[in-house]
């Protein structure tokens, strides 16, 4: 019966150490060092990490390309990452769309640098009251804008989560991530704040 009890107890302790060993492991992983930065680079902060595309704030914008208005070739926001891209879905047809393009335009070239504006215009109608082209190329010889326009049905400003309004307007900071996005019109001093929290 004594040698039956110590074999049960050694039993026991090698069941125990076995344990204790893998609780020993698992605390050992769990205070590895943590993971390094990419050469060249810095890991993204948490909440880039879990955004998710899609055309509200906090989501990771859609990339599309968007035809440019004066020229051939096509604009994608994907491809602005590192700067803030404003976009600005609006329309000769529409009074305080024009209104504010003074301030967007003022807005690209204070801040050439870290920012690119992309003014898309409606898809053309006959009931425009200016030819796009001309109103832009009159009105904006040298703007630092990109002027783009959308297809027939708008699905640009459908993706970008427009609602029927305009002027609309969506600002991505320089990770992708759509920091505002709404139907209304702005001053400068609104657009700049939201640029500036863009940037940050």
């Known amino acids: 019966m004594p040698s039956r009890r110590i074999e049960m107890l050694m039993k026991t302790r090698r069941i125990l150490c076995l344990l204790l060993a893998g609780v020993l492991l698992l605390c050992l992983a769990a205070c590895q060092k943590p993971e390094e930065p990419p050469i060249g680079g810095e890991l993204p902060s948490p909440d880039k990490v879990t955004a998710v595309p899609g055309n509200n704030v906090g989501n990771l914008a859609y990339g599309a390309d968007i035809p440019l208005l004066l020229s051939e070739g096509s604009f994608n926001v994907a491809s602005n990452r590192g700067k803030v891209t404003v976009l600005n879905f609006w329309g000769t047809w529409c009074g305080p769309c024009r209104n504010e393009l003074p ?98």
């Open 103 to 200: 301030d967007f335009d003022r807005i690209a070239t204070e801040y050439a640098e870290t920012v690119t504006v992309f003014a898309v215009h409606s898809y053309p109608a006959d009931t425009d009251p200016y030819e796009p082209e001309a109103y832009v190329t009159e009105r904006f010889p040298d703007s630092k804008i990109i002027f783009g326009v959308n297809d027939a049905g708008n699905p640009f400003y459908t993706l970008y989560g427009g609602d029927g309004y305009y002027p609309y307007t969506v600002i991505i900071d320089g990770d992708g991530v759509i920091t505002y996005s709404k139907s209304s019109a702005m001053s400068y001093e609104q657009l700049k704040a939201l640029v500036d929290a863009a940037l940050k």
